[in-house]
Every structure is written in structure tokens, then in C-alpha cells.
């Protein structure tokens, strides 16, 4: 059975910062890794989709790296901004589904 | 191009009543997903449809869940005889393939009194 974890489970960073959310996952078996990004009481903002095949995607400020052999992808957030907190939630996609981490809640003070 | 659209934003119910969450899928995606998020959890997989047919549900309660997707119309989860413990926040994703970009809808959440 699949497992995602992301920790910690909460970060506070002051702006500008450069950081990098980790997320590991238990079966390597996976096509793609997608990072999404949910705001309070709102859906899921994809951010960026990692095929299996590949080792990075960049978008932005945002680049993340996926090393499936073992089992480690991680988000990148340049000079981050008050508008980036967020709960910040990897996911696996595998077997037609997705399994979610239970996120990571970033807050970057002025 | 419209979002995956979901409906109702907020659903109240009242234990024992049914409840029906609607999820429209982006233009041209034929492939929807329903995710619930309880309070303090993470997301958890629910079904996945095609067009009329049911793909996998081996995230659904065996009892009182159910899930559609018409050829018209929208995908519909449904629930029967609603618990407390339903209340959550109901998300469809869809996709134009299986192993591409999951979209995902605003949600639905379900409080159940």
C-alpha cells in the first residue's frame, strides 16, 4: 500500500527565503508525482506534474525534483513571498488514482 | 475553458437524508475522480469513471456511496442516509487521460447536522 509522507508538518520562513518542501512515498511504482497547492477552504492548485521518466519540472520560482528509486521528491520555492503560504500537498499517481500526503502548511512572514 | 466545476459549494444535511454532489469535468476529459478530505486528514481516493463506466472504487464505503458518470450530464456522488461522520469536503479531479494532470473542482463540503 502506498504511503506519502511530508514533514514537517507546518514551516515559517521570512519572505524572501529560498526553501524546499520534501516529500518521500513508500512503492516506487508510480507514473507521475504532482504538487498541488490549497489554500483555505478552497480546491487544489496544480503546480507541477513529474512524469515518472523525468528528473525535474520547473515553473516560476517553483522546480521539483523526483528521484523515484528512492523514493524522495522535493519542491523548490525561490525567494518566496507572503503570497505563497499555503498548505503545499505532494501526491503520487499511480493504478489510476492518486495518494496525497497530508501537506505541508507554509506561512512566510513580511 | 471552464474549470472543473462542482456543485453545490455547500451542502447542509440533516442525518438520514440523501445527498447528491455534482462534478462537471473540464472540456474534452473523459476521466473523473472523487476525493474526500476529512477534518485533520489528507486526501483519500474515492472512485474513478469513464464515460459510463466505473473503473475503480476501492476507496468508496462498501455501504450507502455511489457514484455516476452519464453519458450526459455530470458525474454525481451520492450518498445515502448521511452520518455525522460523512461531513467533509468532497473533491472531483478530472484528467484527458489516466496517467496525465489531475484538474481539480472547488470542492464541496458536506456538514452534516
Known amino acids: 500500500k502506498q504511503e506519502v509522507t511530508q514533514i514537517p508538518a507546518a514551516l515559517s520562513v521570512p519572505e524572501g527565503e529560498n526553501l524546499v518542501l520534501n516529500c518521500s512515498f513508500t512503492?516506487?511504482?508510480?507514473?507521475?508525482l504532482q504538487w498541488f497547492r490549497q489554500d483555505p477552504g478552497k480546491g487544489l492548485t496544480s503546480l507541477l506534474l513529474i512524469q515518472s521518466s523525468q528528473r525535474e519540472q520547473t515553473s516560476g520560482r517553483l522546480n521539483a525534483s523526483l528521484d523515484k528509486s528512492s523514493g524522495r521528491s522535493t519542491l523548490y520555492i525561490a525567494a518566496s513571498q507572503p503570497g505563497d503560504s499555503a498548505t503545499y500537498l505532494c501526491a503520487v499517481g499511480a493504478n489510476s488514482k492518486l495518494t496525497f500526503g497530508k501537506g505541508i502548511t507554509l506561512s512566510v512572514r513580511p | 475553458n471552464a474549470g472543473v466545476m462542482q456543485n453545490p459549494r455547500h451542502l447542509v444535511r440533516r442525518r438520514g437524508q440523501e445527498a447528491r454532489l455534482r462534478c462537471s469535468p473540464m472540456k474534452g476529459h473523459s476521466h473523473v475522480y472523487w476525493y474526500r478530505q476529512l477534518p485533520e486528514e489528507g486526501l483519500k481516493f474515492m472512485v474513478y469513471l469513464q464515460k459510463e463506466n466505473i473503473i475503480d472504487e476501492s476507496g468508496m464505503p462498501k455501504e450507502r456511496f455511489s457514484a455516476e458518470f452519464p453519458k450526459e450530464g455530470p458525474s454525481i456522488l451520492r450518498i445515502q442516509q448521511v452520518v455525522r461522520g460523512d461531513s467533509a469536503a468532497y473533491f472531483c479531479a478530472s484528467s484527458p487521460g489516466v496517467a496525465d494532470t489531475q484538474y481539480f473542482g472547488p470542492g464541496t463540503r458536506l456538514t452534516v447536522l
Open positions: 512503492d516506487s511504482a508510480i507514473y507521475n
